[in-house]
């Protein structure tokens, strides 16, 4: 069994279009996490949610919107996409603030 | 927010030779260094991690040392193996939830 998996594994749009990732984790933990790494593999958190509660909001446009409908899923809806959202998105899990759990990204090409 | 600075940021050596990656950072109520492996096209995975009780700690071929007073700590490849060739990330953590990657340190072992 995946420990956290997201869907879809790639994705490719045109701009203007609105997607949504979804992550769902099966280890019982209490965060989970949205990271974006770019092309120069640069990994930024963008969003965490603890216990279904927001508690991280980095400085992300607003056409990003996380929702959590429950600790064991994180998904990730963008608006409105532009070229560059175009990257590799990682959901990841943690009990509390330890190890991070990574799921195996989805690939997001706009167009 | 912390500051994590990871040196250097590309690193080649030859199989058998060792490697040492350095993550320097800011804030001194950090507690938890992990490093993290992200193999080309794959997910990051923890690899080693360490507290801040503990000043170094091995597993096989690989290493972490910790000097708290300096703010750096360190990953340590002894008789690399082409198989190391991989992005390794420091995210040191505080008892928040923030984790900030470093930006990443490229590191080819060339047979």
């Known amino acids: 069994d995946t420990a956290v998996s997201q869907t879809p594994k790639y994705l490719v749009t045109q701009m203007g279009n609105d997607k949504s990732i979804k992550c769902e984790q099966n280890l019982g933990h209490d965060t989970m996490y949205w990271y974006k790494q770019d092309s120069k593999k640069f990994l930024k958190i963008m969003f965490s949610?603890?216990?279904?509660?927001?508690?991280i909001n980095e400085t992300v446009p607003n056409r990003f919107s996380p929702k959590s409908p429950d600790k064991a899923h994180l998904n990730l809806h963008i608006n409105s996409l532009e070229l560059g959202d175009s990257a590799v998105y990682f959901c990841?899990?943690?009990?509390?603030?330890?190890?991070?759990?990574f799921g195996s990204g989805t690939r997001l090409t706009v167009v | 927010g912390e500051n994590v600075e990871q040196h250097p940021s590309t690193l080649s050596v030859q199989e058998g030779d060792s490697a040492v990656i350095k993550c320097t950072y800011s804030?001194?109520?950090?507690?938890?260094f992990p490093w993290y492996k992200q193999e080309l096209g794959k997910r990051p995975q923890l690899i080693i991690d360490?507290?801040?009780?503990?000043g170094e700690k091995k597993d096989q071929r690989i290493a972490v040392t910790l000097n708290k007073t300096a703010k750096h700590f360190s990953l340590h490849i002894t008789e690399t193996q082409p198989e190391d060739s991989a992005v390794y990330f420091c995210a040191p953590l505080n008892s928040g939830y923030a984790l900030n990657f470093g930006k990443g340190t490229s590191l080819l072992v060339t047979p």
């Open positions: 949610y603890n216990n279904k509660e927001l508690i």
């Open positions: 804030d001194s109520a950090s507690n938890y």
């Open positions: 990841a899990s943690s009990q509390t603030h330890g190890v991070r759990t």
């Open positions: 360490i507290r801040s009780n503990v």
